[in-house]
């Protein structure tokens, strides 16, 4: 008996030995593994999906950004105003009649595997999506309107359209190498995601790796043909949940994240080694206003109530919305007050109204609209419309969201105060889509991020958005239909000057703003944080003060400057040390504690027996 | 959806035509495998008419905040299909299952049998390492806290296992990656910097998996902690113990060789079940570190709706429970030769 108790005994001590080891191996492999620290790397949380990495079907917003750090552009929104600006393309020139637009393109950038970028590759890249259906899934929408495209020469790219386009020096299509795509014939096949293909490039950074679902790993283009970027490394680390990487971040294992919340934000304020940056979004926040909507037939759609097609009466909602109590308290005060649908942050066509357009935040003021027009007040305070009906209406909005859930309350609450009745319908976002495309909403919480043309914006609102009786096959922002609103669309769209092109968008805005069909409430802010002990600074966009990595280009991670080295070596050894010290109190812990078990198990065994 | 197909299984288990027939083993268990393809193909037909009753519209969501003129949205349709009579939309999708062909995903637009199979080791490891460990541990416990029932250690372990079992596992999570304070990596399975090899690359993953198998340990092995333990408790005053301590056993031995199998068959039960779930992975732990695994798949496939990815997933997920079910019932005749002579 004796001899078998000894025998278990140091069964059991090779077990918790085991044991231990197996839970130090881990450990010891990160310590080995991080050794190598030396190249410059700029760690960046990514906290939305990445699809592909083709640029012909990469959609989603992240996939898109790894098209712009990989990829040259014809022009890009430049990073002091967000307004086109030369990349490939030198100088570009367009006909008298505007259907002809010019490209020249620069001389000596190489691609990656030494071949020069030319503007045949130009060429290849728009003809493939006029010619291939697959092409067209991320940006087809540029080419739309195109009627040819060619490249006489190695340095000169022609593109005719069909009818006027204002995004003409804005196409947002990453420009790829004709000898790497041309031979493949299946864009939808896995392997155009492969390194072999989107390796090839010509952009500020080159990939290097793709772990599906996990991180993209870049290296600095050292010929880049604006010069090397400053680190020699990017990683964009995959993030499903914003609290583990604002974590994440205070530990140093990411550089930088944006995406924040206010409360988040408010929390890294301060801390040390991080730096907070609050710039002005690409993001309006609106509360739609159903004012009897129509499908793109001009059939009403949806189950709306009414009496909003009574413009005074939605006159009266939009002026008990405080737009102010909004951004103080809702967002914390990280947002700019509302006013057109283009954000501040695009200053050339973002429009404000004048004091005397302007619908001031005043209760009494619409009580009196409203009891001017009829609206007479019941019993319960509850107004009721000359036809009988009370004034009872749905606020819906995204039950996931805070913004919606806090702004549903104060709106319910001011509303209440002019003599309506609110009910709130916080539903999921894929609900909420169904309901506002389909009409079937009253009030319904929606936003928009924009883009640096203000084409898109405007074009949410106009009559050829509406969707078709189902609520499908077009996206509209408002459902807004008016012939003056698509008039200065349209000459905002023909019109290439700046200057008076800025003026019809700004009309625009105005023509909507006048008929209360949405309150933009605010603009968001982007808020962001970073490393200051390992970046020092970062190229935003606009400047002085924008964003790092809410961007439309490359400029944030293409500018990161990297802080003095020996700060980032000394905090590698100082998280090995104390990795050693936590492993060896674990392996004390663990040998001790087995020690007095076996201990007492023998004991104890020796007593029953 | 996993919680009502355990209870169709588990009422499958209690099949009263089970022992009517009685020509043996072999009726027994072709019956079984009967059963399950039944359900299989039920969860093939629900599955994919559960998902359409998913509000949303995933063009919207695919052209979401991009621009895209109607053409090129009715393009999209077209391609992906979805304005299709649903008769005809299934039957592509039921012949394409048995060519192996799970469909094509609308959001990523790729093959969903891929997606799902680079997702599916992700979470057999990390939800198999915990439930292994869960119920080493859970065993272990349970047998110990019922043996000295009503002891320090009995009540103070089952405390601790009851309010570990009732932490939100989100919370559980980020707790564990603020405290650990950077010692472990809070994303993902593989670090960038890892080095090459399949050395550093497997300690790396090992490195990646502690937090998460932790987190996913401190949840489980209470269930079976709990269950090991009162079905101990229900052995304890049997006779057959006693004439075991009678014939002068020790403490030890009665237990190992006599109270412990005859109440291990409920355990049984319960981790097969368990093992059958392992694949559906742990969505909110898997967001937590942002684990790549089936979890977080079918959380991201819920926007949209991505209808492939969601069916497929389904199926997987319902075939590994009907499967493992199926194993748990020829086991069980195998553990305990009451079952096969009742």
New interface residues.
């Given amino acids: 008996m004796r001899i078998k108790h000894v025998r278990r005994g140091v069964n059991r001590a090779i077990a918790v030995l085991a044991a231990g080891t197996m839970a130090i191996?881990?450990?010891?492999?990160?310590a080995?593994?991080?050794q190598?620290?030396q190249p410059k790397?700029l760690r960046v949380a990514l906290t939305t999906?990445i699809?592909?990495l083709n640029p012909f079907?990469a959609?989603?917003?992240a996939s898109t950004q790894v098209g712009r750090f990989i990829y040259e552009f014809l022009t890009i929104p430049s990073a002091d105003k967000a307004e086109a600006s030369p990349a490939l393309a030198e100088s570009w020139t367009t006909s008298p009649d505007k259907l002809t637009w010019t490209f020249k393109i620069r001389k000596g950038v190489k691609w990656s595997d030494g071949q020069p970028v030319t503007a045949k590759d130009a060429a290849f890249t728009f003809q493939r999506m006029l010619d291939d259906?697959t092409a067209?899934?991320?940006n087809?929408?540029?080419v739309?309107n195109f009627q040819s495209v060619a490249a006489p020469d190695d340095t000169t790219l022609v593109i005719k359209t069909k009818a006027v386009q204002a995004t003409m020096d804005l196409l947002d299509v990453p420009i790829v190498p004709e000898h790497i795509w041309a031979p493949i014939k299946d864009l939808?096949d896995?392997k155009t995601d492969d390194l072999s293909v989107v390796g090839v490039s010509d952009g500020p950074y080159q990939l290097t790796?793709y772990?599906?679902?996990?991180?993209v790993?870049f290296k600095a283009n050292t010929a880049y043909w604006r010069g090397a970027p400053k680190v020699d490394e990017l990683?964009l680390?995959?993030?499903?949940?914003v609290?583990?990487?604002v974590?994440?971040l205070k530990?140093?294992?990411v550089d930088v994240i944006n995406r924040l919340t206010p409360t988040q934000f408010d929390a890294l304020k301060g801390q040390p080694n991080i730096a907070t940056n609050q710039a002005p979004g690409r993001r309006y926040n609106e509360i739609n206003i159903n004012f009897g909507v129509e499908d793109?037939n001009n059939k009403p759609i949806g189950n709306g109530n009414p009496v909003l097609k009574d413009l005074r009466l939605r006159q009266a909602i939009a002026q008990s919305i405080d737009t102010k109590t909004i951004v103080d308290k809702v967002m914390g005060g990280y947002g700019q007050l509302g006013g057109g649908v283009i954000p501040p942050i695009y200053s050339a066509y973002h429009w404000d109204p004048s004091p005397a357009e302007a619908r001031k935040f005043d209760l009494a003021a619409a009580n009196k609209t409203l009891d001017d027009a009829g609206y007479a007040k019941g019993a319960d305070g509850i107004r009721v419309a000359p036809g009988g009906a009370r004034l009872e209406l749905r606020l819906t909005g995204h039950a996931n969201r805070a913004f919606d859930q806090r702004t549903a309350q104060y709106v319910a609450g001011w509303l209440q105060q002019i003599g309506i009745s609110v009910k709130q319908e916080l539903?999921?976002?894929?609900?909420l889509?169904?309901r506002t495309?389909a009409g079937n909403y009253d009030l319904a919480i929606s936003g928009?991020?924009t883009?640096p043309d203000p084409?898109?914006a405007l074009?949410l609102h106009t009559c050829?958005a509406r969707p078709n009786a189902e609520?499908?096959?077009?996206?509209t922002d408002t459902f807004f239909c008016d012939p003056a609103y698509d008039g200065f669309y349209k000459q905002q769209l023909t019109d290439t000057d700046p200057a008076t092109r800025a003026g019809y968008v700004k009309q625009a805005q105005a023509r909507l703003y006048s008929q209360a069909v949405n309150v933009v409430l605010d603009y968001d802010n982007a808020l962001e944080a970073y490393r200051s002990d390992k970046f020092s600074g970062f190229q935003t966009q606009p400047q002085p003060q924008g964003s790092i990595l809410e961007q439309t280009g490359y400029w944030g991670v293409y500018g990161a400057v990297p802080a003095g080295t020996e700060t980032a070596a000394a905090d590698a050894g100082g998280?090995n040390t104390?990795?050693w010290i936590?492993l060896g109190v674990v392996v004390v812990v663990v040998l001790v504690g087995g020690g007095i078990m076996i201990g007492r198990r023998g004991k104890a065994?020796d007593d029953?027996? | 959806m996993t919680q009502a197909l355990t209870s169709d299984q588990a009422a499958v288990l209690v099949d009263p035509d089970e022992n009517r027939g009685g020509t043996g083993t072999t009726r027994f268990v072709l019956t079984k495998i009967a059963e399950a393809l039944a359900s299989i193909l039920l969860v093939i037909v629900l599955g994919f008419l559960l998902f359409r009753l998913l509000p949303g519209d995933p063009v919207a969501f695919m052209v979401r905040e991009r621009p895209t003129d109607p053409a090129q949205i009715a393009e999209l349709r077209d391609r992906l299909g979805i304005d299709k009579p649903l008769l005809t939309q299934f039957w592509d999708y039921f012949t394409g299952l048995f060519r192996g062909d799970f469909g094509t995903s609308y959001i990523e637009r790729r093959p969903v049998l891929d997606m799902i199979g680079e997702r599916l080791w992700p979470t057999v490891l990390l939800v198999g390492s915990a439930t292994v460990l869960a119920v080493a541990l859970g065993l272990w416990l349970g047998i110990r806290a019922a043996w000295k029932r009503d002891s320090f250690f009995d009540r103070a372990q089952t405390g601790i296992a009851l309010t570990l079992w009732s932490v939100p596992q989100f919370w559980l999570g980020l707790l564990l990656l603020v405290v650990t304070g950077g010692l472990f990596p809070s994303r993902g399975m593989h670090s960038p910097d890892a080095g090459p090899g399949f050395f550093a690359q497997g300690l790396d993953v090992l490195h990646h998996l502690v937090l998460p198998c932790v987190t996913l340990l401190a949840v489980f092995y209470a269930q079976y902690m709990l269950v090991m333990r009162s079905s101990l408790l229900g052995e304890m005053n049997a006779d057959y113990l006693t004439t075991a301590r009678a014939k002068g056993l020790r403490d030890d031995l009665v237990r190992r060789r006599h109270a412990v199998p005859n109440a291990l068959l409920p355990t049984v039960t319960l981790v097969f079940m368990q093992f059958g779930m392992v694949v559906s992975g742990a969505v909110t732990v898997e967001a937590v570190f942002s684990w790549p695994g089936l979890g977080q798949l079918t959380y991201d496939a819920l926007h949209g709706p991505d209808l492939p990815v969601l069916q497929g997933v389904f199926v997987v997920l319902a075939s590994a429970v009907v499967l493992m079910n199926l194993l748990a019932e020829l086991l069980y005749r195998v553990l305990d030769p009451r079952v096969r002579t009742a």
């Fill in positions: 191996l881990p450990l010891a492999g990160t080995t593994a991080q190598p620290a790397v999906g699809d592909h079907t959609s989603l917003a259906e067209r899934t991320a087809g929408n540029y739309a939808n896995p790796e772990k599906q679902n996990e991180y790993k990683q680390l995959v993030f499903k949940d609290e583990a990487a974590n994440a530990q140093g294992e793109v539903v999921s976002d894929e609900e889509n169904d495309t928009y991020a883009n084409d898109y074009a050829a609520g499908k096959g077009a996206t998280s104390v990795l936590v065994a029953r027996e």
